[in-house]
T-cell receptor, first 115, second 116 residues
């Protein structure tokens, strides 16, 4: 299947700093990518839909100024957690939609810890 | 709105025993249905999916699932569990009428433990 690479896999940052997470589709072009957040022992919560060349669509309750999403190319979407706080600590997962929107492939996730 | 219910947050089986993970969905239109597996600290891997056609779907690693419209179910099965099957399993549903968007709604997940 197609490959989606997420980087970094783990990051620890200080409270108040910003962290950028990258999601790359390595062998296909993805006009649509999704960002999820997963709390311990819980399901995935969709945060936003990232569309190449346009603004992301955020789910209700997700702060767009807190979680900045940029999808500047057909193979890269980034999620920046701004002014991170301990409550932002979580597992963040991206997925990329294949051409013709037939299937979504997931990155390996990023474990963010804010201290 | 669509929703997914996975009965049983934890399922424990013996190695070699049948695996049955339950998934029921709610959808106003015939949905697309998916099962994903997640190993610790990793992303999700697609096991199998149902879109149209044959209601019994075979996936990777010996798993299969059957779409039963009358029961609004899409239960995941495997005849004989292997230790490597121990993981978290998520059922997901998508509204196929949402053109251009693979917006998935996930169940809460079922953690499968396989005992030697």
């Amino acid at each position: 299947g197609a490959v989606v690479s997420q980087h970094p896999s783990r990051v620890i940052c200080k409270s108040g700093t910003s962290v950028k997470i990258e999601c790359r589709s390595l062998d296909f072009q993805a006009t649509t990518m999704f960002w999820y957040r997963q709390f311990p022992k819980q399901s995935l919560m969709l945060m936003a839909t990232s569309n190449e060349g346009s603004k992301a669509t955020y789910e209700q309750g997700v702060e767009k100024d807190k979680f900045l999403i940029n999808h500047a190319s057909l193979t890269l979407s980034t999620l920046t957690v701004t002014s991170a706080h301990p409550e932002d600590s979580s597992f963040y997962i991206c997925s990329a939609l294949t051409p013709l929107n037939t299937e979504a492939f997931f990155g390996q996730g990023t474990r963010l810890t804010v201290v | 709105a669509q929703s997914v219910t996975q009965l049983g947050s934890h399922v424990s089986v013996s190695e070699g025993a049948l695996v049955l993970l339950r998934c029921n969905y709610s959808s106003s239109v015939p949905p697309y249905l998916f099962w994903y597996v997640q190993y610790p600290n990793q992303g999700l891997q697609l096991l199998l999916k149902y879109t149209t056609g044959a209601t019994l779907v075979k996936g990777i690693n010996g798993f299969e699932a059957e779409f039963k419209k009358s029961e609004t179910s899409f239960h995941l099965t495997k005849p004989s569990a292997h230790m490597s099957d121990a993981a978290e399993y998520f059922c997901a549903v998508r509204d196929p009428t949402q053109g251009g968007s693979e917006k998935l709604v996930f169940g809460k997940g079922t953690k499968l433990t396989v005992n030697p």
